[in-house]
């Protein structure tokens, strides 16, 4: 992750250069402000998409975090980042982070999740 304390309405994540193979790649930007921060993160770049944002307006510091995901079939060499924008609402310390994740090997059929029946008993009479 990385941290910068300026006052602008957008940031952008440093790069990660995932092993190779099917990814999947999460960003988040955050920002914070003294007022009001309620909004979202948009546009980002490189072809991520938005899955949730959310902001705080009840404190000294108001927070903002937006986060996003690519899938990717990483060669390992190509490096990924992305950006966004706070809702044009300048933040006065922004942090980004992004990472990866690698896809599950394929398995046979899934174990059960429990290996008995499971069974309740009254605890009181």
Do not use: C, M
């Amino acid at each position: 992750g990385q941290f910068q304390q300026t006052s602008t309405t957008s940031y952008t994540t440093a790069s990660i250069t995932p092993t190779a193979g099917n990814r999947l790649l999460v960003a988040g930007l955050g920002g914070s402000r003294a007022s009001d921060n309620n909004g979202t993160v948009t546009g980002w770049t490189n072809s991520f998409t938005a899955i949730a944002d959310i902001g705080t307006t009840a404190g000294s510091t108001d927070d903002l975090i937006g986060v996003a995901y690519l899938l990717v079939t990483a060669n390992g060499s190509t490096s990924y980042s992305t950006g966004g924008t706070y809702s044009g609402v300048a933040q006065q310390a922004k942090t980004g982070l992004i990472i990866s994740f690698k896809e599950a090997a394929a398995a046979g059929k899934a174990p059960p999740i429990f290996h008995r029946p499971l069974k309740f008993r009254t605890l009181y009479r």
